[in-house]
């Protein structure tokens, strides 16, 4: 998300022109609870796994349909769950 020159840290946007896609993990039963702040998938809050941040300029614009948050699964879930794969085709699909 971030380029480095020396010690100063600049965002990087998504880039143009390129279908940009985001998965998420909650180790709660529904996404949007206290879990999903604090817990995440164990690993990774929802928000930093979603590219959202307080300040606008370092958060990264997944559009909303292209944004994807598992619920009751942990971050190593996100490798071999059947809802993750079926997510992923259906973005894919033509």
Known sequence: RFA???????PVPLPEGVACYAVAATTGLAAGG????LIGDGLVTVDSALGRHKDPALALAFLPHRQWIGC???HFDL???VEVYERIALWLAP
């Open 72 to 74: 009751g699964m942990n």
């Open 79 to 81: 490798l071999d769950r």
């Open 4 to 10: 480095r020159d020396g010690d100063k840290r600049t």
């Open 34 to 37: 206290l879990n999903d702040r």
